[in-house]
T-cell receptor, first 112, second 113 residues
């Protein structure tokens, strides 16, 4: 059973389109994250949610909008996609009180 | 905010040799330091972590050391094997849970058979 699952695994789209990535965790964790890994492999935090509340919002363009319908799900919607948005997006989760973060398999987004 | 620097960016060793990867962090409030291994096309996976109240931790061929005064921590892999080849990331965070990880820039380790 996959603990942190993301869909889709691959996403190829045209500039200007709007797309969503979904993440679900079955670990019973209460905190979820979105990280972006660029072509140079740098991993950087974008957002984090704790019990459906936004707690971290790094300097990310407001074209990116996270949504957490419940503490097991964290989705990422991206409007007006740009070439520079091409990257691998990883979802992760952790339990408050414990630091260990578990990552999903990633979504490779390619904007053409 | 926290800044984590990692060296070297690439490391090539012969099978059986040891490998050492070093990281420094800037925020003295950081108290949790994990190491992740990422194989090509895969997710980052936690291999070992250390908290600021411990100076060293070992798990079979992998060990991590932490020097709080100097604000640096290191990953040591002994008796390297070809399957150790991957990108390794150090990270730091503050507090317990709810805190994002600040990652180093990664080290590509190549173990030559």
């Amino acid at each position: 059973d996959t603990a942190v699952s993301q869909t889709p695994k691959y996403l190829v789209t045209q500039m200007g389109n709007d797309k969503s990535i979904k993440c679900e965790q079955n670990l019973g964790h209460d905190t979820m994250y979105w990280y972006k890994q660029d072509s140079k492999k740098f991993l950087k935090i974008m957002f984090s949610y704790n019990n459906k509340e936004l707690i971290i919002n790094e300097t990310v363009p407001n074209r990116f909008s996270p949504k957490s319908p419940d503490k097991a799900h964290l989705n990422l919607h991206i409007n007006s996609l740009e070439l520079g948005d091409s990257a691998v997006y990883f979802c992760a989760s952790s339990h408050e009180g414990r630091n260990i973060q578990y990552f999903g398999a990633g979504t490779r987004l390619s904007v053409l | 905010g926290e800044n984590v620097e990692q060296h070297p960016s690439t490391l090539s060793v012969q099978e059986g040799d040891s490998a050492v990867i070093k990281c420094t962090y800037s925020d003295s409030a950081s108290n949790y330091f994990p190491w992740y291994k990422q194989e090509l096309g895969k997710r980052p996976q936690l291999i070992i972590d250390i908290r600021s109240n411990v100076g060293e931790k070992k798990d079979q061929r992998i060990a991590v050391t932490l020097n709080k005064t100097a604000k640096h921590f290191s990953l040591h892999i002994t008796e390297t094997q070809p399957e150790d080849s991957a990108v390794y990331f150090c990270a730091a965070s503050i507090g317990t849970g709810r805190r994002a990880l600040t990652f180093g820039s990664g080290t590509r380790l190549q173990v030559q058979p």
